[in-house]
């Protein structure tokens, strides 16, 4: 049974820093593409950063050099660290594994507020 358990959601004043950790278990990790999605209340699902196996990311225009995603495949975890945080980037984040199949954990809170 594949498994996405995220962690490292919170509240953060504007400007701070979180990292995201998402834990895969029950699949083969490090061939796969691994993304972070996030759902504001009232908003569309909205991809935030992807990496493949291969190590090759991508970002939404929004939060392009303020977030990094990386992975440790001997850990089969996926990060994506944010900083200069803004308040519209509150959200619940997801941690996705794309195999063809998607795959979703339960999701964090990260709230931005002062």
């Known amino acids: 049974q594949v498994q996405l358990v995220e962690s490292g959601g919170g509240l953060v004043q504007p400007g701070g820093s979180l990292r995201l950790s998402c834990v895969v278990s029950?699949?083969?990790?490090?061939?796969?593409?691994m993304g972070w999605y996030r759902q504001a209340p009232g908003k569309q699902r909205e991809l935030v950063a992807r990496i493949t196996g291969g190590g090759g990311t991508n970002y939404a225009d929004s939060v392009k050099g303020r977030f990094t995603i990386s992975r440790d495949n001997a850990k089969n975890t996926v990060y994506l660290q944010m900083n200069s945080l803004k308040p519209e980037d509150t959200a619940i984040y997801y941690c996705?594994?794309?195999?063809?199949?998607?795959?979703w954990g339960q999701g964090t809170q990260v709230t931005v507020s002062s």
């Open positions: 996705n594994l794309d195999r063809g199949y998607n795959y």
């Open positions: 029950g699949s083969i990790f490090s061939i796969y593409t």
